[in-house]
């Protein structure tokens, strides 16, 4: 039997991050939440031996830019990353496809998008 899926949210906007992760849970998911990067890398520490889907904010207080999405992708080929942002850009969206993220979301976004485009990092890792 294999590991179960770990989901980490990464997001400063705690009502956001919150919502999410309500979202990913009710739909059957482990999920582990982190506001800054620092926190993001010690759930990921953690996180070793499970599937990873990592959906990450693009702007951090510590990381403004896609230098914690190459790390994650860096250190966890295996990983997919989903970036969301509220203030990104087509050059952003560009830069984000060649470091290897899954997918670009805008804000506002439907939850049940987000759990959907999960659901979809998650089944290209063999699980849901």
Do not use: N
Request: glycine share 4%.
């Amino acid at each position: 039997m294999s590991a179960p899926v770990v989901i980490v949210v990464v997001d400063d906007e705690a009502l956001l991050r919150w919502a999410v992760a309500e979202s990913l849970i009710a739909a059957g998911y482990e999920v582990r939440q982190a506001d800054t990067a620092a926190q993001a890398v010690q759930c990921l520490d953690t996180a070793k031996a499970s599937p990873l889907v990592v959906v990450l904010d693009l702007k951090l207080p510590d990381s403004s830019d896609l230098s914690l999405a190459r790390k994650i992708l860096a250190d966890r080929p295996d990983a997919s990353v989903i970036m969301m942002t509220a203030h990104g850009s087509a050059q952003d969206k560009a830069e984000a496809e060649a470091a290897g993220v899954f997918k670009f979301i805008q804000k506002p976004f439907d939850l049940s998008e987000m759990t959907a485009v999960v659901r979809e990092a998650a089944a290209k890792m063999g699980d849901r």
